[in-house]
């Protein structure tokens, strides 16, 4: 027994841990889901940020791809000649003055110092195409020439000199190429094309980050110029710059606007936000599936361990309906053995062992009685005979039939009614049972006081009887299992009463049967009240008019004031 039970205790366990572990798995995977994707979506958008430099860099290269395999041999004399650059170089030049990236281009020959004042400086004019030697040209073509320059001259020197020319930036100022003559290994001259700084910020760098916008969640974009730590453009102003944030910084590249930086930060983890709503709805399944299946296994729990409890209690009435059964018999086989012997002959013994044959004889047939009561019951085989009844008659019948009986047992008996005519559909042979049973137990389970209250009344819906002792009362934590069948309260006074706690299923059973509903209330040691309601069929009222119009036959219908 002890097994079982052990056993099955360790087999809740075992499930409770099983979906507790799934559970857990299940939550761990969807949000390793959610971190998985979360890390997805941030590479995909530090690939879209790659891009973004990519497609910046390639609008600033464009007007010089292609020139490392044009001569440029032609340039010095053609510049000298003709105030022009040779054609292919010529075309060049044209895209880039045309383009809004750039809003001037200078040529410095070289030996020129174009940080001295009225140095020997070209300014490219688109109209004619010229080339105009011009004192006005900005300061940072010094700047950036010097840059190329010492550039070139350095690489030219080491003679790891490749290409025709060589590119430098100033920052997001100036782009510079040095062009070299690659036969005399020497550098020819210095192209300088000035960046418009409005047109790069407003027109190329702040549209190609707003557009990015669209294909992004949960992030944010700033160009920021680390020399003077400001953010110069960014796709939402609303929030604030912190390099705390979790991000990815990608430089243009090269001396390309080199103080620049370009910088995605994570605000809200870029993935949660769009998987986040998945996960809650993924996770309140989970959560529901988890609780029907919990409620699930511990429901089968609970109705294993009340078969169990049930069974033992058969398994326990089943000894004791033996043993009770065994009693009598062997008190009547005695006593009738020693009659039928012919051993006692004198008159008050025969009397003695008649009564004892007698009494045994009735145990025994009530015994039999409640047994055929729940068998019938509990097949449903009961048949109820309703008919018209008033409940007073009903009660005082069977107080007339047991009053003696009860008294001799050294009860004081009190029936209260208002002899209400009021009638209700019942069979008065379950009514008989219900009286005995509650009637038995009232007297099995009073001590000191005895004392049992019947009275009859009713309320607008209902007949209401109430049966009170004042014994031993039903401790609370019992009160919900009195009715079940084989359920006895286990204390000390119960183990001495007799019983198998089948009376008030019998009762519960054969009140329901009649339409009716039972209660109990209870106080340990002040007594016991139990209360039957049955739903009025003829009111008071009514009765005494069908009465007066004999449409009620007297068959079924019983006058309680005639009966007294
Ligand atoms: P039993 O055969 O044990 O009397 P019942 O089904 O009639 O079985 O009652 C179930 C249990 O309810 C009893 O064992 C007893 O503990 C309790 N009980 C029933 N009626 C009363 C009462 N009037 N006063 C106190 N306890 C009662």
Redesign the pocket.
Known sequence: MFRNKAFRWILLLVGVAAIIALTGMNVYSLYDIRDRMAEGEKKRQISLIDDLVGNIRNEVYQPFRGLGRIELEPVERSIAKYGKFPNQVQQRINTAATSPIFNGIYYTPDGVDPCVQGAEIYSYNYEDQSLTLTDDYPSTVCDGVGLVRTKARIELNSGQYRWNHSVEFDAHRTMNIGLINLKEKRLIGYLTATFDQDYLLNDLVTPMIEEFNANTDGSVIWVLSWLNSEIIATNRPEIEYDRKIDGYSKSFGGSLFENWVIRIGFIDNPVASLYNNTLYKNLIVLGVAVLFLLGALIFMFYTAQKERALSQRQAGFLANVTHELKTPLAVMQAAGENISDGRVTEPERLKQYGNHIFNESIRLKQMIEKLLDVARTDSGQTLIKSSPHNLNTIVRDFLTTNREYIEAKGFKVSFNTTDSRTMIMIDPDTVETILS??T???I???TDTKDIRYSVGTDSNDVILKIS?K????DKK?IKN??KKF???E?SL?AK???????????KSLVEMNGGNIEVS?EIEK??T?TLRFPIFVSEEKTLNLKKNRIISTETFTDPAEHA
């Open positions: 049973n509650l038995e137990n009232a099995k389970y009073s002792d014994g031993i009362g039903i019992h009195i009715f359920y006895r309260v204390d119960n009463t007799k019983g198998h706690g089948l009376g008030l299923s019998i009762v209870s007594g016991t139990f």
